[in-house]
């Protein structure tokens, strides 16, 4: 009997009657992968641009959520076409691709994820689990429909060209990054600087306007409130070894007395 795989994020947010709430993974960890899927949060990023994860862990990770009524999301180190072949190849559905900043980069990645003639992406169907080693019926055909990709929003080269970018098609969404938005700008650790957040809030309109699904990073809840109230679709709202960060140094400083006084908060992003 056929194999039916999961609906992709793009279809998970196409039905959608709210935004959808998610958080990173980054610990490369399966078993921490699977404690966060089972939390009732929305969706799932595993992160392999700034994480210790490789295809093995990614693939142990994505089957240890699978269990569970939640997506992921695997972010790329970079849109590299042999990379983003291996990923589908080993599974990954919905994919995130990290500081595209012009319209080219964009269709050089959709690319990357489609099949000749309409891309370039290798053919090992029978011998990947994406495909389930061709027990997915007719999966050649349909790959598209079972690969949804992301494309990050994160300089500000990238802002000045989101329109171009966005409008791609074969771009199932953006995906705006403060952090790396405000470094470009000359605002190194000021995500909330007015000048990044009207950069970031003017992509939310644009990618909006251009009918797709728009996400923002957002650790801050008044932040992620401010980016919701301004449109966004999809928000991460925390990620594992933040919260492991975090939750550690408040026990430390509830039981440890040191006799200094109390320093400033770190940030979670």
Same mark, same amino acid.
């Given at each position: 009997m056929?194999?039916?795989?999961?609906?992709?994020?793009?279809?998970?947010?196409?039905e959608?009657?709210?935004?959808?709430?998610?958080?990173?993974?980054?610990?490369?960890?399966?078993l921490?992968?699977?404690?966060?899927?089972g939390?009732?949060?929305?969706?799932?990023?595993?992160d392999?641009?700034?994480?210790p994860?490789?295809?093995?862990?990614?693939? !142990?990770?994505?089957?240890?959520?699978?269990?569970?009524?939640i997506?992921?999301?695997?972010?790329?180190?970079?849109?590299?076409?042999?990379v983003?072949?291996?990923?589908?190849?080993?599974?990954?559905?919905?994919?995130?691709v990290?500081?595209?900043?012009?319209?080219?980069?964009a269709?050089?990645?959709?690319?990357?994820v489609r099949?000749?003639?309409r891309?370039? =992406?290798?053919?090992?169907?029978?011998?990947a =689990?994406?495909?389930r080693?061709?027990?997915?019926d007719?999966?050649l055909?349909?790959?598209?429909?079972?690969?949804?990709?992301?494309?990050?929003?994160?300089?500000?080269?990238?802002? !000045?060209?989101? =329109?171009?970018?966005?409008s791609?098609?074969?771009?199932?969404g953006?995906?705006?990054?403060?952090?790396?938005?405000?470094?470009?700008?000359?605002?190194?650790?000021?995500?909330?600087?007015?000048?990044?957040?009207?950069?970031?809030?003017?992509?939310?309109?644009?990618i909006?306007?251009?009918?797709?699904p728009?996400?923002?990073n957002?650790?801050?809840?008044?932040? !992620?409130? $401010?980016?919701?109230?301004?449109?966004?679709?999809?928000?991460?709202?925390?990620?594992?070894?933040?919260?492991?960060?975090?939750?550690?140094?408040?026990?430390?400083?509830?039981?440890?007395?040191?006799?200094?006084?109390?320093?400033?908060? $770190?940030?979670?992003?």
């Open positions: 056929p194999l039916q795989l999961a609906p992709t994020f793009r279809d998970d947010l196409a959608a009657e709210r935004p959808l709430i998610g958080m990173w993974v980054c610990s490369g960890s399966p921490v992968a699977e404690i966060c899927a939390s009732g949060l929305d969706w799932l990023l595993i392999a641009e700034h994480g994860n490789g295809l093995e862990s990614i693939l !142990a990770q994505l089957q240890a959520v699978a269990g569970y009524p997506t992921p999301l695997v972010r790329a180190p970079a849109g590299d076409t042999v983003i072949k291996q990923y589908l190849d080993l599974g990954v559905q919905n994919l995130l990290p500081m595209v900043n012009t319209g080219d980069e269709r050089a990645v959709v690319s990357a099949y000749p003639p891309g370039v =992406r290798g053919v090992g169907s029978a011998l =689990r994406g495909a080693w061709n027990r997915v007719n999966y055909a349909r790959a598209d429909e079972y690969v949804s990709l992301f494309v990050q929003i994160e300089t500000a080269d990238a802002v !000045a060209n989101v =329109r171009d970018i966005a791609v098609d074969g771009v199932d953006a995906f705006v990054g403060p952090s790396d938005l405000a470094a470009s700008m000359g605002l190194l650790g000021q995500q909330e600087h007015p000048d990044v957040v009207a950069s970031v809030e003017h992509a939310i309109r644009t909006s306007e251009l009918g797709k728009v996400g923002v957002a650790f801050d809840p008044t932040v !992620a409130e $401010r980016y919701l109230a301004a449109g966004a679709d999809f928000v991460l709202v925390g990620a594992d070894v933040a919260l492991l960060a975090r939750g550690s140094e408040a026990l430390a400083a509830k039981y440890i007395p040191t006799g200094d006084a109390a320093g400033a908060p $770190r940030a979670s992003y």
